[in-house]
C-alpha cells in the first residue's frame, strides 16, 4: 500500500520564524490533506490540495502530484500553531503520514 | 452548520466489556468513516460507511465492528475489550467518500482500558 512520510518529525520554533513541513508519499493518489491536531485530539482542516497552491492566512500548501509531494508553509508562526501537523494522502481511505510536531516558544 | 459530533468525548472500560461510540457527519454528508489513533500506530483506518453499507475495511480483528442509519449517524463497537483498544477513536464524515473527499473529522472519543 501507499507510503507516507513526513519531515521533520519534531521541530521547534521561536515566535515569529517560518518552517516549512514535508509530505513525501510512494504513489499516486487521488488527493491530499493537511491538518493540524489541536492539543485536545481533534484534526483541524487546513488545505485539501490535489495539487497546486492554495494560501490561507499565514499558512500556504504546495502539492507536486508528479513527484508525489506536498509542502506547508507557515510564515511568521505564532504559539498557537504548536502542535502536531499531519498529512494524508487520499486512496479510498485516508492515509496519514506519522506527523510532525511543532512547538513554538514566545 | 454543525461539525462533526461524537460521543462520549471519554470513556474507561475493563477488559473483556464492550463499548460503543457514536458519530454524527456534519449534515448532507453520508460517508462515515472511523480511525484509530495510538502513539505506537499512529493514525489507522478502520472502516468506511455510505449508505447504511460497510464500503471499505481496514486491517483490524473482527471485535471491531460498525453500522449507520438511514440519518447517516454511525456507530462503532468494540466487543472483548483488550488493554491495547487503548486509543483515540477519531470519526470522519465526507459529502460521499469518492467524488467528494475532502473528510472533516469530530472531536474523537478518547478510550481508556483497565
Known amino acids: 500500500g501507499i507510503q507516507v512520510e513526513q519531515s521533520p518529525p519534531d521541530l521547534i520554533l521561536q515566535e515569529g520564524a517560518n518552517s516549512t513541513l514535508r509530505c513525501n508519499f510512494s504513489d499516486s493518489v487521488n488527493n491530499l490533506q493537511w491538518f493540524h491536531q489541536n492539543p485536545w485530539g481533534q484534526l483541524i482542516n487546513l488545505f485539501y490540495i490535489p495539487s497546486g497552491t492554495k494560501q490561507n492566512g499565514r499558512l500556504s500548501a504546495t502539492t507536486v502530484a508528479t513527484e508525489r509531494y506536498s509542502l506547508l508553509y507557515i510564515s511568521s508562526s505564532q504559539t498557537t500553531d504548536s502542535g502536531v501537523y499531519f498529512c494524508?494522502?487520499?486512496?479510498?481511505?485516508?492515509?496519514f503520514g506519522t506527523g510532525t510536531r511543532l512547538q513554538v516558544f514566545p | 452548520k454543525a461539525g462533526v459530533t461524537q460521543t462520549p468525548r471519554y470513556l474507561i472500560k475493563t477488559r473483556g466489556q464492550q463499548v460503543t461510540l457514536s458519530c454524527s457527519p456534519i449534515s448532507g454528508h453520508r460517508s462515515v468513516s472511523w480511525y484509530q489513533q495510538t502513539p505506537g500506530q499512529g493514525l489507522q483506518f478502520l472502516f468506511e460507511?455510505?449508505?447504511?453499507?460497510?464500503?471499505n475495511k481496514g486491517n483490524f480483528p473482527g471485535r471491531f465492528s460498525g453500522r449507520q442509519f438511514s440519518n447517516s449517524r454511525s456507530e462503532m463497537n468494540v466487543s472483548t475489550l483488550e488493554l491495547g483498544d487503548s486509543a483515540l477513536y477519531l470519526c470522519a464524515s465526507t459529502v460521499d467518500g469518492r467524488l467528494n473527499t475532502e473528510a472533516f473529522f469530530g472531536q474523537g472519543t478518547r478510550l481508556t482500558v483497565v
Open positions: 494524508a494522502a487520499d486512496t479510498d481511505k485516508l492515509i
Open positions: 460507511y455510505f449508505s447504511e453499507t460497510q464500503r
